[in-house]
Each structure stands twice: as structure tokens, then as C-alpha cells.
């Protein structure tokens, strides 16, 4: 059984950092992507962010892009969010996900089978 385990989310002040980190478990993972989306209240869930099985290239929703970053670490079967400059506009519950396929369309949020179950990310003003 897959199981994802969202860890790190948190109240920061604007401006602030906050590391996520996911930690999958019920099969080897080294080969599927991986990603992070957000949903905040009363929103639809976004992508923020999506990883190659092998780590060699990343993608980032341009809401984010230069102030968070994506990485992975196969052998520990972790993928980590890195998150800087917060803003009030990221809160939400973060989730990570896996898409168990080698092709790599990490922005499609149908394109991942296996999700986390969240963990907030507050950010004051």
C-alpha cells in the first residue's frame, strides 16, 4: 500500500521560510515523478511545483518559481519543498503526489495517482 506523509508546514511571517518534506512508502519511487500542489480556502488545488524520477529537472508554477525549490532524495524515497520570501498568498494546504509513469506532464494534476494528506502552510502579514 502507497502511503504519503507531509511534514514541515506551519505559521511563519511573511517574508519568512518553511521546508516541506514528503515521505512515500509501499514501492520504490526512484523512477516517477513527484510533485507538490496547494489548495487554498475556497480555491481549486494548483500545482507549485513537480520533480523527474532521477531529480534532473524540475518545474515550478511561475507564482513560485525563484523563491521555492524541489528536490528529492531517491534513497530516502523524500521529496522536499523549499520555500522562500513567503506571502500571505501561499497559504494553503500543501500535498504532495507521485505519478507512477515515466512520462512527464507534472503540472496535470490527473496525472498523479498517489497524494498526501496535506499539511498547512500559514503565512502572516
Known amino acids: 500500500q502507497v502511503q504519503l506523509v507531509e511534514s514541515g508546514g506551519g505559521l511563519v511571517q511573511a517574508g519568512g521560510s518553511l521546508r516541506l518534506s514528503c515521505v512515500a512508502s509501499?514501492?520504490?519511487?526512484?523512477?516517477?515523478?513527484m510533485g507538490w500542489f496547494r489548495q487554498a480556502p475556497g480555491k481549486e488545488r494548483e500545482f507549485v511545483a513537480g520533480i523527474r524520477g532521477s531529480g534532473s529537472s524540475a518545474n515550478y508554477a511561475d507564482s513560485v518559481e525563484g523563491r521555492f525549490t524541489i528536490s528529492r532524495d531517491n534513497a530516502k524515497n523524500t521529496v522536499n519543498l523549499q520555500m522562500n520570501s513567503l506571502k500571505p498568498e501561499d497559504t494553503a494546504v500543501y500535498y504532495c503526489a507521485v505519478a507512477p509513469t515515466t512520462w512527464y506532464t507534472p503540472d496535470i494534476e490527473t496525472y498523479y495517482t498517489w497524494w498526501g494528506q496535506g499539511t498547512q502552510v500559514t503565512v502572516s502579514s
Open positions: 509501499g514501492r520504490t519511487f526512484s523512477t516517477y515523478a
